[in-house]
């Protein structure tokens, strides 16, 4: 394949080594007229998906895979956390100090059953590289005070008893614990994490990603940190860039602010099959119904 008619990286061929990554894949997308990159770090393992096209929106991702063992939340926690101040932007909220600032149109944290991304998209360079810079620092070296985690995960704090004039008790709070408070007050929700703990009894989907109520009050500072070690490595991770920018300065980039300081290891995050029943199973649960 002739890869010098990507105009937007001129003499990228698969086999290639630039940057400490490997360019397992070159192809041409012929339906959206783009060029398709698949790249992986030599040291780190680290994997890299590029999408070239001449489309000023430019788009980048890093997401992880994310594999809960219980229903505390840790995930859905940990990615509130780490948006909550780095080691080189030790602000309290960097993401919104950069919403004040940037040009970006489009910036968001999801996480999902078994993954994590945190996607930005601009159509200005310097926005781009500013964001990024951002990004990178929070996923791979946040602060992860403890403070923050009790802001953002769980905490006990003293209100008055409504059904007690004069007197107090203590209540959970906290970001992540009042959002699923919410969230699982829905029917729907109820019958789906049902569903999904009988369907799949073995396996990380049984689990609620974004955290049981009940379950949140259980996680502790020290498990969150220890999730992050793991599934927060480069040997984790998954990286997206679109648009016309030249692919070499992405990489070029990561590889100085982030690669090069990490070794490979195993995160011990395959997620295996869910095995076969040998015989019908029949499971009865309750649940509210919509009003």
């Not at 490997?22 to 012929?30: G, N």
């Not at 059904?163 to 829905?186: F, H, Q």
Request: hydrophobic share 35%; charged share 25%; proline share 5%.
């Amino acid at each position: 394949m002739n890869i010098t008619l990507d105009q937007n990286n001129p003499g990228l061929k698969q086999g290639d080594n630039i940057s400490g990554y490997f360019i397992k894949k070159v192809a041409k997308l012929e339906e959206i007229n783009s060029y398709f990159y698949e790249l992986e770090h030599t040291l780190t393992g680290a994997r890299h998906i590029h999408i070239s096209k001449n489309d000023e929106e430019n788009t980048f991702g890093v997401a992880f895979k994310t594999v809960p063992v219980d229903s505390t939340g840790v995930a859905h926690i940990l990615e509130h956390t780490v948006l909550a101040g780095s080691n080189r932007f030790p602000v309290r909220d960097p993401f919104f100090s950069m919403l004040k600032r940037s040009l970006s149109t489009f910036m968001n944290a999801f996480t999902a059953s078994d993954w994590t991304m945190y996607p930005f998209s601009t159509q200005n360079r310097k926005d781009f590289c500013n964001l990024m810079d951002v990004y990178l620092d929070a996923a791979f070296f946040p602060k992860i005070d403890e403070l923050s985690f009790k802001q953002e995960g769980h905490r006990l704090e003293i209100e008055n008893d409504l059904k007690d004039v004069g007197s107090t008790r203590l209540v959970y709070k906290g970001v992540v614990y009042n959002e699923m408070k919410g969230a699982m007050s829905s029917p729907d929700q109820v019958l789906i994490r049902f569903l999904l703990k009988a369907l799949y009894p073995d396996t990380t989907y049984s689990h609620n990603s974004g955290g049981d109520p009940a379950a949140i009050p259980s996680l502790t500072y020290d498990q969150l940190k220890a999730f992050h070690t793991r599934h927060y490595h480069p040997s984790n991770s998954f990286f997206y860039t679109y648009g016309n920018m030249p692919l070499k300065e992405h990489i070029n980039f990561i590889q100085e602010k982030i690669l090069k300081k990490f070794q490979r290891i195993d995160p011990k995050t395959k997620v295996l099959s869910q095995p076969r029943w040998n015989k019908p199973r029949k499971i009865i649960n309750q649940y509210q119904l919509g009003v």
